[in-house]
């Protein structure tokens, strides 16, 4: 009887490293000699090995075991019944191969001027295709998303907010995904921002000029008083802690008061910015809620910040003729305080502004002197005396909420317990 297979061809998939068994089984073989083959190349004939790869070898009669397979594995393997004989059965291997990346640049540094374009780039192979995802380690991508597909991304117009760490991941299903990071440098020049650029203090005290200063390469700080370079003394400390730098000044004196400025450099520019440090009285914050209890009368309340006594106080207050369309502002009313006694940094006062009219809008300012001049003049201060109209009562409620956002934190259970006294008075 004619041999005939009892095995089918099939189609084999394994990963790099495994072992895999290609099933030849034939009935009545009897003379006839099973051979297989690779292309043009006869691995096995009968029983005996003709391949000198060691990772061939028949088991269990003529199935072919392939060990620790390697990517060039693939293709068709065929059993054969003798040569020329016609009679053959085929199998496909396909070798999976996890992903690996090559990066572009290799180094996985790149470096981009600000302003410019730069590209990063990931080449991943295995089998199947993989698939890349970009990522930016710790953040978002520049343009908002978590992550995006695609072997590269461009960035344009750069600023050092783009710099980062940003990471390319491939994955095909074949093993774990495999992540690798690039690290985008953004070259600029230095950039300053000044944590205050009025700095209030007093002689025998300790005063801090902070500057926040950003730049790659790293800038060089320094620090002027006027046009005069500064050094480090006893009683003057420059600190530099990551882009924070803070210059000390101990024990101050009236040599100390004047204009300071930061200045930084680096390779591609420099930059400067300006501070005061000052024994002027800070300007003044009010603290009383913008609306009154009486009908005719309003007691404002503020605090100025000075480590001298205060020395005279003013205060202006006027009427707002409101309207629509335009606020129509009255005459100034002019009154000289004199400042409280005690020897105390934070300045609360308080005057009762009286004969004013019911249910109208009013706006103050405060203005302080110490022995080393006047302070900037207060923000302009709106308040309200209560009117008879249901109108007047809902609009100050609105503007007591609006304030209650920013009111300075010392004053504010105070003006929550007048808020309330005056919505019962209201709705009573």
């Known amino acids: 009887m004619a041999p005939r297979f009892l095995s089918r061809g099939q189609t084999f998939r394994a990963v790099i490293g495994d072992t895999l068994v290609l099933p030849c089984e034939v009935e009545d073989l009897g003379s006839y000699v099973l051979l297989w083959r690779r292309g043009s190349s006869v691995l096995t004939a009968a029983s005996l090995m003709v391949t000198r790869d060691s990772r061939f070898r028949l088991v269990e009669g003529y199935n072919l075991q392939i060990s620790d397979v390697k990517p060039q594995d693939a293709g068709d393997y065929v059993c054969q019944i003798s040569e020329g004989d016609n009679r053959d059965q085929i199998h496909t291997v396909e070798i999976l191969v996890p992903p690996s990346i090559r990066m572009s640049p290799g180094s996985g540094q790149l470096k981009a001027r600000k302003g410019g374009t730069v590209t990063l780039e990931c080449k991943a192979s295995g089998n199947p295709v993989p698939s890349i995802l970009w990522t930016r380690k710790d953040n978002t991508l520049p343009t908002g998303e978590k992550s995006v597909e695609g072997f590269s991304i461009t960035l344009e117009k750069v600023d050092r907010h783009q710099a980062g760490v940003y990471q390319c991941t491939a994955s095909n ?233 920013v009111a300075p934190i010392s004053c504010r259970t105070e003006f929550s317990a007048v808020l309330v006294a005056l919505v019962a008075l209201f709705f009573l």
Request: net charge negative; with cysteine.
């Open 173 to 405: 299903g074949v093993g774990e995904p495999v992540t690798v990071d690039m690290q985008l440098d953004v070259l600029y020049p230095p950039e300053i921002e000044v944590e205050r650029s009025w700095v209030h203090s007093g002689e025998g005290y300790e005063a801090q000029l902070v500057c926040i200063v950003h730049g790659e390469p790293a800038p060089e700080v320094m620090w002027y008083q006027d046009n005069l370079l500064l050094d480090p003394t006893d009683r003057r400390t420059m600190e530099t802690r990551g882009n924070k730098h803070t210059l000390t000044i101990r024990n101050v004196q009236g040599s100390d008061f004047g204009n300071y400025s930061c200045v930084a450099d680096n390779s591609l520019g420099r930059a400067k910015k300006y501070m005061e440090l000052s024994g002027r009285p800070s300007p003044a914050e009010f603290c009383s809620a913008p609306f009154s209890r009486a009908w005719d009368s309003y007691n404002l309340t503020w605090v100025v910040e000075s480590y001298p006594p205060l020395e005279e106080v003013r205060l202006l207050y006027r009427k707002l003729m409101m309207n629509e369309s335009y606020q129509n502002p009255g005459k100034w009313h002019d009154v000289i305080l004199k400042p409280p006694n005690g020897e105390t940094f934070a300045h609360v006062m308080s005057y009762n502004i009286r004969n004013l009219e019911q249910g109208s809008v009013f706006e103050a300012i405060v203005q302080a002197k110490n022995r080393y001049g006047w302070n900037e003049v207060s923000d302009l201060y709106q308040f309200y005396t209560r009117g008879e109209e249901p109108e007047m009562a809902e609009r100050e409620l609105v503007a007591a909420s609006e304030s209650s956002a």
